[in-house]
């Protein structure tokens, strides 16, 4: 699956989350990637998101970050 299509389909799934205080929807966040989403669509997006992750909202690319032990932005 393309990188653009994840961004996509990560920022849609923090937007669930948003109203939430931040570390709950961080965590949300990463807690549905790491149930519902496929291996090697977590391998993509935390390449995408050690690579700067242009285009994941904040919140997002800290979910990423911290599924994938990068730590916090």
Known sequence: ???DRLIYMA???GKYFESQHRQNAV???ADHLRKFWD???RR???A???NGG???DP???QAVRALSGVGPT
């Open 1 to 3: 699956m393309s990188p």
């Open 11 to 13: 920022n849609q799934i």
């Open 27 to 29: 965590d949300g966040i």
């Open 39 to 41: 291996p090697s669509m």
């Open 44 to 46: 993509t997006i935390s």
């Open 48 to 50: 995408y998101a050690k």
């Open 54 to 56: 242009e285009g994941l």
């Open 59 to 61: 919140v997002v690319l």
